[in-house]
């Protein structure tokens, strides 16, 4: 790829991850903070490709994007669940 291409990916991509993190911790609900932390997952893993490292952007997009956004949501749910039963 060209040396600028390059760079202008690398960029987006540190300044996309830094935003979504700035999001999640920044957000007023809880689930908006779970989908932010998962386009920060996206975005380092975008970045480690740009790295030429597919196998650590792959364990990445598995694991920080994917994974961790599904128990996440299965936590919220649970304790949603558990407050309307205390109602």
Not at 2 to 31: D, E, K, M, S, Y
Not at 59 to 86: C, M, P, Q, Y
């Amino acid at each position: 790829m060209n040396g600028v291409l390059v760079f202008i990916l690398n960029t987006l991509a540190i300044v996309g991850a830094v935003a979504a993190a700035a999001v999640a911790v920044h957000a007023v609900r809880l689930v908006d903070s779970v989908i932010a932390l998962a386009a920060t997952g996206s975005f380092i893993s975008l970045e480690f490709i740009l790295l030429q490292a597919p196998d650590v952007a792959i364990a990445e997009a598995s694991v920080g994007a994917v994974l961790s956004t599904i128990l996440f949501i299965i936590a919220l749910r649970k304790v949603n669940a558990h407050k309307e039963d205390r109602k």
